[in-house]
């Protein structure tokens, strides 16, 4: 049972409704789409598509409502080749869903999301027997009870918990402390410790118990304290045309290196690789790249 998954997730899934426009729009205006697609989303589920492409065993934890956006998710997530006998239906709600605004100049975009408290995973709807059969465990933390008792179970059964984290609730320390590898993005270490300093941010996180702490740093890359040692990595450059995923997949970068054992300097040029390729195309997993593109970007 424990090695029939090189990955399990638990976390958010959701069903994105992307458009780029020339601009974003001022208040009580009107502007026309340059691009628009609809594509599944949601932080760990899209961290687990990628690293299914990347021959990698996945399964995920979650729950949809019985609609067509759950329909959808739940497809698409097979077709990946993730194993889904961990989601859950919740029947009669709405599945989470998000319309995403990409600007054309930047890439960079704006999410305007809803999720039902129907379809926020209890622990309770968690099974242990798939959350142990992995060999790292990867979270979100919005669903913060389930994930607090996933983060247990992992730990019973000495597996690897990877948090990727952009918010705080009361039960955040507690998750945190059970946590091995956090990334974040550039806000959660200022709010969440009150540190205007980026190393004495990462250093409080990681004295509370994770043993490596990153922070993504958008175009300029990323900035981790590895044990005792401290990596800055430059973004690599890339003409964005989308930023949405980059950071999931920057967490799925991180994840695949630690499974090919690779050391903190490699892990994080790959992530950094990873996350700015993806921006090249419009939503998270059209940009996910080959594990080829990213050599080869890398080289």
């Known amino acids: 049972?424990?090695?029939?998954?090189?990955?399990?997730?638990?976390?958010?899934?959701?069903?994105?409704?992307?458009?780029?426009?020339?601009?974003?729009?001022?208040?009580?205006?009107?502007?026309?789409?340059?691009?628009?697609?609809?594509?599944?989303?949601?932080?760990?589920?899209?961290?687990?598509?990628?690293?299914?492409?990347?021959?990698?065993?996945?399964?995920?934890?979650?729950?949809?409502?019985?609609?067509?956006?759950?329909?959808?998710?739940?497809?698409?997530?097979?077709?990946?080749?993730?194993?889904?006998?961990?989601?859950?239906?919740?029947?009669?709600?709405?599945?989470?869903?998000?319309?995403?605004?990409?600007?054309?100049?930047?890439?960079?975009?704006?999410?305007?999301?809803?999720?039902?408290?129907?379809?926020?995973?209890?622990?309770?709807?968690?099974?242990?027997?798939?959350?142990?059969?992995?060999?790292?465990?990867?979270?979100?933390?919005?669903?913060?009870?389930?994930?607090?008792?996933?983060?247990?179970?992992?730990?019973?059964?000495g597996i690897k918990i990877v948090l990727d984290i952009d918010s705080i609730n009361p039960k955040t320390s507690e998750l945190i402390r059970l946590t091995h590898i956090l990334a974040s993005d550039q806000e959660f270490p200022y709010n969440y410790t009150g540190q205007n300093d980026p190393l004495k941010a990462l250093r409080h996180i990681q004295q509370q118990g994770p043993e490596v702490v990153v922070m993504t740093l958008g175009k300029e890359g990323s900035l981790a304290l590895w044990g005792d040692k401290v990596f800055r990595t430059p973004g690599p450059e890339v003409r964005a045309i989308d930023t949405t995923g980059a950071g999931d997949l920057f967490h799925a970068g991180i994840i695949y290196s630690l499974l090919q054992g690779w050391g903190p300097e490699d892990s994080l040029i790959f992530a950094n690789a990873v996350a700015a390729l993806s921006c090249q195309k419009l939503g998270g997993r059209a940009g996910i790249p080959s594990l080829k593109e990213v050599r080869d970007f890398i080289k």
């Not at 809803?114 to 142990?132: A, G, M, Q, T």
Request: glycine share 8%; with cysteine; hydrophobic share 40%.
């Open 1 to 157: 049972m424990k090695t029939r998954f090189d990955v399990v997730g638990v976390g958010l899934n959701a069903v994105d409704y992307l458009c780029i426009v020339p601009h974003y729009p001022c208040f009580n205006s009107k502007v026309k789409m340059l691009d628009f697609k609809r594509e599944a989303g949601g932080q760990i589920a899209t961290a687990l598509v990628a690293l299914s492409r990347w021959g990698l065993r996945t399964a995920y934890i979650g729950k949809v409502g019985d609609d067509e956006w759950g329909r959808f998710t739940r497809q698409d997530l097979e077709r990946e080749g993730v194993d889904i006998s961990g989601l859950i239906t919740a029947t009669g709600t709405t599945s989470q869903f998000a319309f995403i605004m990409v600007d054309q100049i930047c890439g960079e975009r704006t999410i305007v999301w809803h999720r039902s408290e129907e379809v926020c995973l209890k622990p309770e709807e968690l099974n242990p027997e798939i959350i142990k059969a992995g060999r790292l465990l990867h979270l979100d933390g919005h669903e913060i009870e389930a994930a607090i008792t996933a983060a247990h179970w992992a730990r019973e059964a």
